[in-house]
């Protein structure tokens, strides 16, 4: 990345292909020089987002297959298994034992697990992981393939307790934060458990409260104010250490 290429900020998580108007999300990232991982959901939807992103700067189109959709699906599983050599960038991948998608539990573990094998053994992947309810369970896939060894694992609006986060730590995770999570005593914990050289911002754009911010890709200004405030730093330091941290793990 050369001295032109250098972004303004970072949005490691957010889903640029769910927008309104996806073609002016792409751009408005582009625009304001954010450096974006622009997760996806199904493999399917991975061709559209890479085409759209080869040609910019600071937009990086991850292959997804979401949780959440595992139970309708699957079936793409083995797309996702072709396109993966294709990619430094896999996301948004990972398990939800929320109420709403319980019943396909068993179903989202065989595919995670397969999802992570296949990138460690692939290696040098960058990856967002989605763990509603499931931090040890995704933790315990994270050390039992060994991802941690050949792969960055980056965890999305995680939620869990003082040692999960720590075993997160020992086990090299990156951890995506967003301003709404940043308001609930869950995020602040996990602030307080891990460096900053481990942080990185995120919006989830769209799926964020209308209460926070967030509320378009790339708008981490409220939540490089919080994460400043949590760590008794100056917001223009705070943002160049995120930007620097993003920026070895996507422009290597």
Not at 115 to 135: F, N, P, Q
Not at 195 to 201: C, E, F, H
């Amino acid at each position: 990345m050369s001295n032109m290429d250098v972004p303004n900020s970072v949005d490691f998580h957010c889903h640029l292909d769910l927008c309104q108007d996806m073609r002016a999300a792409y751009a408005r990232c582009e625009s304001a020089r954010c450096l974006t991982l622009a997760v996806t959901t199904t493999p399917k939807a991975f061709a559209r987002n890479e085409s759209m992103a080869r040609d910019g700067r600071f937009v990086r189109a991850a292959l997804g297959i979401h949780p959440q959709l595992v139970a309708q699906r699957a079936s793409e599983l083995s797309l996702f298994e072709e396109l993966a050599p294709s990619t430094r960038f896999i996301g948004e991948v990972g398990l939800d034992a929320g109420r709403r998608f319980y019943s396909s539990f068993e179903r989202q573990k065989l595919v995670f697990e397969r999802v992570m094998a296949l990138c460690a053994r692939l290696g040098d992947k960058v990856i967002s992981i989605h763990s509603v309810r499931t931090a040890k369970q995704v933790l315990d896939v994270v050390e039992q393939v060994g991802i941690h060894r050949s792969c960055v694992p980056v965890l999305h609006w995680f939620s869990a307790s003082r040692p999960e986060i720590r075993r997160a730590l020992d086990l090299g995770c990156y951890f995506s934060v967003n301003e709404q999570m940043m308001t609930a005593p869950t995020g602040q914990k996990l602030l307080e458990t891990i460096p900053l050289s481990r942080v990185l911002t995120e919006t989830d754009a769209p799926f964020q409260s209308g209460e926070f911010g967030g509320k378009f890709p790339g708008d981490v200004s409220g939540a490089i104010q919080l994460i400043a405030r949590a760590y008794g730093m100056d917001q223009s330091a705070t943002a160049a250490r995120i930007r620097r941290t993003a920026m070895e793990l996507l422009t290597v």
